[in-house]
C-alpha cells in the first residue's frame, strides 16, 4: 500500500523529531517543517493527506495557518492540531473553522496514531462521496435535459440545471436567433426574487447580438468555450456587478450561450466547476440541436398535412379552408379543456386529416345541390373507414389521429357512425373535433344553402348538448366563443352532408 504524506509544523524541533519517529514506525512518510510560512510554501508545490500542526507558534498560530490553508487552498487537506491541556476553547474555534481533530500533549502513541488513520480515512471518504453525489447530479441533470424534445422544455431546464451548479445571482440561456432560431427572448434564473427586476432590465436592455459578437470577440483565438472576467463587459449598461461568466453552446455552430451574473461578491466557483460544466453544456448543446431538428422536422410534417388537407377541402369548391378551420378551432377547445401540449397538436394534426376519406368519395356526391339519396348517403358515410385505411400505415406512431379520421361523426348519444360508440366510448379528443367540424359546417356556405348566422350556430349548438356533444366540450365551446368568432375566415364551405 501507499506510504500516506504527512506534513508535521511546529517550531520546536524536538518535537518535531520525536513525532516524526512515531509516525514512521507506523510507515507514514513525513515532511517536517519549523515554521507556518514554510508551510505554506511546501503547500504549493507538494501534496499531502494529511497536515499536523501545533497550535502555539511565533508569528502564526495553529489557528491561523489552518485557517489560511482552508480558505486558500483549491482542495485542503484535513487539518489536526496538537495543543496542551487549558487551550480547549481554542481547539473548538480550530474546529468550527474545518480542522478535524486535536491531540493533547502529551499524548500516547496509540491514541495519536488513531487520530492520524481515522482523520486520513475520514477524509478520503468524504472525497469519494462527494465525487459519487457530484457525478450523480451531474448525470441527473443531464439525463434531464435530454429526455424531452421541446424547445422550450430543453432551454428552461438547461438554464435551471446551470444556476444550480454555478449559483450566480442571475444567470440567462439565449438562443440565438441568427444561427436557426427558435427563441428570442433569453431564460432568466435569478437566486433572489428581488434581483429579477434588474435581471430583466439587465437582458431587455442588450440585444442578443451584440452579446454574442462582444463573447465571440473576447474569445477570438482562444480555443476556450467560456469566458471569466471579475470586471464588467463593455456592454454599455448602467448597472454593477462583480463577475461575469459566459459559456457558449456549441455543437457544428454557435447555439447560443449562457450568461451567469455575480452581482454581490466576485465568484470565481467556474473553476472548481469546469468539468461539470462542460458535460451540462455539451448535453445541453445536443439537446437544442436535437430539439431545433424535431421541431424542423414536425415543421415539414405540419405542412404536408396542411398541404394534403387543401387537396381534400379543393373536391368541393367551397370547402377550401374547412380543414384548416376545424383544426384551428379543435385546437382552442383543447386549450381550453387543458389538455396537454403533445395532445393538442395531435388533436391539431387529426382534425386537419379529419375529412381524408373524401378523397375516394366521387365529386358528383361531395358537390351533389341537392339532398342525397340513401344510396349516395350510404356511400358517403364510408369516408371515415376510407381515411382510416388510407392511414393505416401510420398506425405505430400516430395511433390517436386514426381514432381521429375514423370516429368524427360518433355522436355523444351513440348515434353516430360507423361504430355506434357513445359518451362512453369515444375518446375526448375526438368528441372536441366532431363539435369543431360541425361548427365549420354550419358557418360556411354549403353547395344547396347559404351559411347560418352566428347566434343561430350557438342555439344549434346549446340544443345538441349531450345528444350529439359532449357537454363539457359545448361548455368550452360557449366560453371560447370571443376567440372562435375572431378566427372565423372567409370565404369558406361546408361540406356537403357530412360536413
Ligand atoms: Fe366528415
Redesign the pocket.
Known amino acids: 500500500m501507499d506510504k500516506k504524506n504527512i506534513l508535521l509544523v511546529d517550531d520546536d524541533e524536538i518535537i518535531l523529531d520525536v513525532v516524526k519517529e512515531t509516525l514512521e514506525n507506523f510507515n507514514y512518510r513525513v515532511t517536517l517543517c519549523n515554521s507556518p510560512q514554510k508551510a505554506i510554501d511546501i503547500l504549493k508545490k507538494d501534496r499531502f493527506n494529511l497536515i499536523i500542526t501545533d497550535l502555539s507558534m511565533e508569528v502564526m498560530t495553529g489557528i491561523e495557518l489552518s485557517r489560511y490553508i482552508i480558505e486558500n487552498h483549491q482542495d485542503p487537506p484535513p487539518i489536526i492540531i496538537m495543543t496542551g491541556y487549558g487551550s480547549i476553547e481554542t481547539v473548538v474555534e480550530a474546529m468550527q473553522l474545518g480542522v478535524k481533530d486535536y491531540i493533547l500533549k502529551p499524548f500516547k502513541v496509540s491514541n495519536f496514531i488513531n487520530v492520524v488513520e481515522k482523520t486520513i480515512k475520514n477524509a478520503e471518504l468524504e472525497k469519494e462521496n462527494l465525487k459519487l453525489k457530484e457525478f450523480l447530479e451531474i448525470y441527473a441533470l443531464s439525463e434531464n435535459i435530454n429526455n424531452t424534445l421541446d424547445i422550450n422544455d430543453v432551454s428552461g431546464k438547461l438554464i435551471n440545471n446551470i444556476h444550480k451548479i454555478m449559483k450566480p445571482d442571475i444567470s440567462a440561456l439565449y438562443l440565438n436567433k441568427n444561427f436557426n432560431i427558435f427563441k428570442t427572448s433569453p431564460d432568466i434564473f435569478v437566486t433572489n426574487e428581488k434581483d429579477k427586476l434588474i435581471a430583466n432590465s439587465l437582458f431587455e436592455k442588450i440585444p442578443t447580438k451584440i452579446y454574442l459578437d462582444t463573447i465571440l470577440k473576447l474569445l477570438k483565438n482562444t480555443n476556450s468555450p467560456y469566458y471569466y472576467s471579475d470586471t464588467k463587459i463593455n456592454l454599455n449598461i448602467d448597472i454593477d456587478y462583480k463577475s461575469i461568466l459566459v459559456y457558449i453552446l456549441k455543437t457544428s455552430e454557435i447555439l447560443g450561450f449562457a450568461v451567469m451574473i455575480y452581482l454581490h461578491q466576485t465568484s470565481d466557483i467556474y473553476k472548481k466547476k469546469l468539468s461539470p460544466l462542460k458535460i451540462i453544456f455539451d448535453e445541453g448543446s445536443i439537446a437544442i440541436e436535437n430539439a431545433n431538428l424535431h421541431q424542423k422536422n414536425k415543421d415539414i410534417f405540419l405542412k404536408v398535412l396542411q398541404s394534403l388537407a387543401m387537396t381534400i377541402d379543393a373536391k368541393d369548391a367551397y370547402t377550401h379552408y374547412h380543414s384548416i378551420n376545424v383544426s384551428i378551432y379543435s385546437k382552442i377547445l383543447a386549450k381550453k379543456l387543458q389538455l396537454p401540449e403533445k395532445e393538442i397538436e395531435e388533436i391539431g394534426y387529426g382534425s386537419l386529416l379529419?375529412?381524408i376519406?373524401?378523397i375516394g368519395i366521387p365529386e358528383s356526391i361531395l358537390n351533389k345541390p341537392s339532398k342525397l339519396t340513401d344510396t349516395e348517403y350510404e356511400h358517403m358515410k364510408q369516408?371515415?373507414v376510407i381515411?382510416k385505411s388510407i392511414l393505416h400505415s401510420m398506425k405505430e406512431q400516430f395511433p390517436t389521429l386514426l381514432d381521429m379520421v375514423y370516429y368524427?361523426?360518433e355522436r355523444y348519444d351513440g348515434k353516430g357512425y360507423p361504430d355506434g360508440l357513445d359518451k362512453n366510448t369515444i375518446p375526448l379528443y375526438v368528441k372536441i373535433i366532431t363539435l369543431a367540424?360541425s361548427f365549420d359546417a354550419m358557418s360556411s356556405d354549403r353547395s344547396y344553402r347559404m351559411k347560418l348566422p352566428f347566434n343561430i350556430i350557438v342555439e344549434e349548438i346549446k340544443k345538441n348538448r349531450g345528444t350529439q356533444f359532449d357537454p363539457d366540450v359545448v361548455d368550452s365551446f360557449l366560453e371560447s366563443l370571443p376567440e372562435i368568432q375572431s378566427k372565423l375566415q372567409k370565404p369558406n364551405g361546408g361540406?356537403n352532408g357530412?360536413?
Do not use: Q, W
Request: no cysteine.
Open positions: 379529419h375529412d376519406g373524401k369516408h371515415p381515411g368524427h361523426h367540424d361540406v357530412s360536413n
